[in-house]
């Protein structure tokens, strides 16, 4: 989606054909001071509140989204080209991450007595505040009730700057809040655009900011944050390495690749973007893996058969056929797609494309690519593959296949640098196991008892 900052408005374009959807006024320096306010004034009654009113409130949350779930689908079709059962898929996992919290929380938050030489020694679980959330366009629901959930059970208020395209989605959000029943003005959308994170940061009634991005973004928020005190924790990119070993089931993993690599029209930060093949079975995997790329339906999002819909802004199409080309130039062989369909109109389509050829100095070696575009790197052996995977910035998510259990969780276990390891299965977030990563994928935990206790204050209270 593209975005235009015209007279103090923000308009969303739809990525499928380039019409304006919906033209929003951006806040004011002194609106955005008085939402902050609002969610402030809200905070200081709703942190009072017991953990069954909270959960019984996150409850109707996720009772609200399985009932709008086709609505809100169709929203991110028209906002960010997601085709819609991916979009359902999206709004069931935000229900049931409220779920998770709700039934969850209060065990999470519950104190917990350490045997000191005082006559009682706990740790108290306590809401600090207001958390700011900085959210991307890719799952613009997900990526809020990822932070939303944990804060509002440990009894924070929350303000959400999301991505300008998404604007539509984050109202939604809020309107879901508010339809609920959680006290009015808890959390509130910020209508503005990045230049004036600075400022909202520097609010003394923000206490702690997530945000979801770009390592360049990351770096920029944890200063600024840094500067003032400020807690963050900061999920940022991914370079995902899948490693193929000579005894995996070939064709499962073909099958699993394509579409780790092609989740969310292949914008997604733990989407798989680099794979290892053991030089002996790569002409295998890659004739395997190049037939279920090419099998994915592309078409518009908003057709209830479509698998593959455009990318969330033509810009960004544009940039990712920049480097593939210029990977090409560097010695990669593009043996499926590279090209940018001969459609009609404005539009942000790109065909799902394999590299193969790639190598250490080739762009696509080096560098996150944030698209359908797959990259094949071809390991001597097993040692040699695991140093290719963990030669990179990132690390955030990492998969390996072979039928060998125990090698296949020795590696996973011992041998991968990322924030999660799967075993013959894509990368994935679940509301029961910490989400983040290391290096410049970012720190910090979302989701399970890890992600509820980033924003809390850890009290020890001692009596003697």
Request: proline letters at 4%; charged letters at 25%; hydrophobic letters at 40%.
């Amino acid at each position: 989606m593209l975005v235009c900052y015209n007279q103090m408005s923000i308009s969303s374009i739809n990525p499928v054909n380039g019409s304006i959807i919906k033209k929003y006024k951006e806040d004011t320096e002194n609106a955005i001071d008085q939402k902050i306010d609002q969610v402030h004034q809200a905070w200081l009654n709703y942190k009072e509140t017991d953990f069954q009113t909270r959960s019984r409130l996150l409850l109707q949350v996720s009772k609200i989204l399985n009932e709008r779930q086709d609505q809100l689908a169709e929203l991110m079709a028209l906002e960010m080209g997601k085709p819609l059962k991916a979009g359902v898929a999206e709004i069931l996992k935000c229900a049931s991450v409220c779920e998770y919290y709700a039934k969850n929380g209060a065990e999470f938050l519950a104190d917990q007595i350490i045997n000191t030489s005082a006559s009682k020694s706990y740790v108290s679980f306590q809401p600090i505040g207001l958390v700011l959330a900085i959210m991307p366009w890719n799952f613009p629901f997900w990526q809020v009730f990822r932070f939303l959930a944990p804060a509002l059970m440990a009894g924070n208020g929350g303000v959400l700057k999301h991505s300008s395209g998404v604007t539509g989605c984050a109202l939604e959000i809020e309107k879901v809040i508010e339809d609920a029943g959680f006290p009015q003005h808890i959390f509130k959308t910020l209508i503005c655009s990045s230049k004036a994170i600075p400022k909202v940061i520097e609010n003394p009634q923000i206490k702690a900011v997530t945000l979801t991005g770009s390592t360049e973004a990351g770096q920029k928020v944890a200063e600024q944050a840094g500067k003032l005190i400020k807690k963050t924790v900061l999920e940022l990119g991914g370079s995902d390495p899948y490693i193929i070993l000579e005894d995996a089931d070939l064709e499962k993993a073909a099958k699993v690749c394509a579409e780790a690599r092609l989740i969310n029209n292949g914008q997604s930060c733990i989407a798989a973007k680099r794979f290892i093949v053991i030089e002996s079975v790569e002409e295998k995997f890659t004739q395997l893996f190049k037939a279920e790329m090419e099998s994915k339906k592309t078409g518009d999002p908003s057709k209830p058969d479509t698998e593959l819909g455009p990318m969330a802004r033509a810009e960004l199409r544009d940039e990712l056929h920049q480097q593939v080309l210029k990977s090409i130039e560097q010695g990669a062989k593009c043996i499926l797609g590279g090209e940018i369909p001969a459609i009609d109109g404005k539009h942000a389509y790109y065909q799902p494309t394999i590299l193969n050829h790639v190598k250490k100095g080739i762009l696509a070696y080096d560098e996150e690519i944030f698209g359908p575009v797959a990259a094949i790197i071809t390991a001597k052996d097993t040692d040699d593959a695991i140093h290719i995977a963990n030669d990179t910035n990132f690390g955030l998510g990492a998969a390996v296949f072979t039928e060998n259990a125990a090698l296949a969780e020795d590696i996973a276990r011992n041998k991968l640098n990322a924030g999660s390891c799967f075993v013959n299965e894509g990368v994935k977030s679940d509301a029961a196991l910490p989400f983040g990563g290391i290096n410049q994928s970012g720190y910090g935990r979302e989701l399970s008892m890890f992600g509820i206790h980033e924003f809390v204050n850890i009290k020890t209270v001692y009596i003697k």
